[in-house]
């Protein structure tokens, strides 16, 4: 399970910065200029929290697994892109395949470093970003509600930010469109506005352990939980939702495991690392224990 993640925001606001800090190399060009990005720039961010590196040394492995997120980078939204305004808005079809948008705010003054608006306002560009999300989902509707009728009514519900019913859900979901995908809003500057999941400066103050808090937000709003596989080969965090039981762990770790699998070990990672030999068996069709280590028994 590879998870991909969209940044979205207007031009200058440090979306390729942010991709950079995330991935930790320089995948994307940073610029002063409004439109350095016509091709998505998509760099790989690895859920490499502390903890499994200590999973890692005391089994002796010899090579850690962490999970992949793919980060996807876009050409800054302007007003009126969904008008042909700026790069226009088809870049956008590259976040089709994403499974939750990152909407970048920025708070930061640089004189040299020109906001499309002539002016900072985190309110007003995020208002326009919803706007040119949401007129690119109705615009996507339009050009296919001919072949598939049901995008007329999802389309009706979208703009009245009414909730769609399952078969829409799905229908919606195959066309990519973005008031169904799940949203985190990040503040590139230091005025802590209320509305945003996250407010820091790109330039002064991330880190390591912010990286982490954002990859679990993510994987949170995602439903998704990790367990661990440990031996003398390999340490691997794996992705699973959080609803799931062990059989489908089983078939994540191996494709095979899950008919050998009969019963599953578990040791919660805070035990485990506290030193605490508190191990359970579990049947294969229980539901699975979240940030565990599993040893599956056939
Ligand atoms: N002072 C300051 N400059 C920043 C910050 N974040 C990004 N920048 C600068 O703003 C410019 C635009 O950043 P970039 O990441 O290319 O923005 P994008 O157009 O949204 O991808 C670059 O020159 C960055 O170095 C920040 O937190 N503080
Ligand atoms: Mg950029």
């Known amino acids: 399970m590879k998870i991909k993640v969209g940044i979205v925001g207007m031009p200058n606001v440090g979306k390729s910065t942010f991709l950079n800090l995330m991935t930790q190399k320089y995948v994307a060009q940073e610029g002063e200029w409004p439109f350095t990005t016509i091709n998505p720039n998509r ?16 089994f002796g492995s010899k090579s850690i697994k962490y999970p992949e997120l793919e980060f996807i980078d876009v050409a800054g ?16 079809s590259h976040l089709k395949e994403a499974d939750i948008l990152i909407e970048i705010v920025r708070t930061f003054e640089k004189e040299n470093v020109p906001h ?13 970003i919803q706007e040119e999300l949401l007129m690119s989902d109705i615009k996507i509707c339009e050009r296919n509600q001919k072949k598939d009728k049901i995008l007329e009514k999802i389309k009706e519900k979208i703009l009245k930010k009414e909730k769609l019913d399952d078969d829409q859900i799905q229908v919606a979901k195959s066309y990519g469109l973005f008031a169904l ?13 209320d509305w ?8 002064e103050d991330f880190n390591h352990e912010l990286k982490i808090k954002i990859i679990e937000k993510i994987l949170d709003k995602l439903n998704l939980t990790f367990f661990i596989t440990a031996n003398e080969n390999e ?17 994540i770790v191996h494709s095979d495991f899950e008919k050998k699998t009969i019963k599953v070990q578990v040791i919660e990672l805070k035990d485990f ?26």
Not at 196 to 203: A, E, G, I, L, Q
């Open 43 to 58: 760099g790989i961010v690895l859920y490499d929290k502390e903890e499994f590196l200590t999973v890692f040394k005391k």
């Open 77 to 92: 939204l302007v007003k009126d892109a969904y008008k042909g305004k700026g790069l226009g808005n088809e870049f956008l």
């Open 116 to 128: 499309q608006e002539g002016s900072i306002d985190p309110e007003r560009d995020h208002k326009i």
């Open 181 to 193: 995908k799940e949203k985190i809003i990040i503040e590139n500057g230091k005025r802590n506005l």
């Open 196 to 203: 945003v999941d996250f407010s820091f400066s790109f330039k």
């Open 235 to 251: 340490t691997r965090i794996n992705l699973i939702e959080k609803n799931s039981n062990f059989k489908e762990a089983a078939k």
């Open 273 to 298: 690392l506290r030193g605490e030999e508190k191990t359970k068996i579990f049947n294969k069709n229980d539901k699975i224990i979240p940030e565990s280590i599993y040893k599956f028994i056939f």
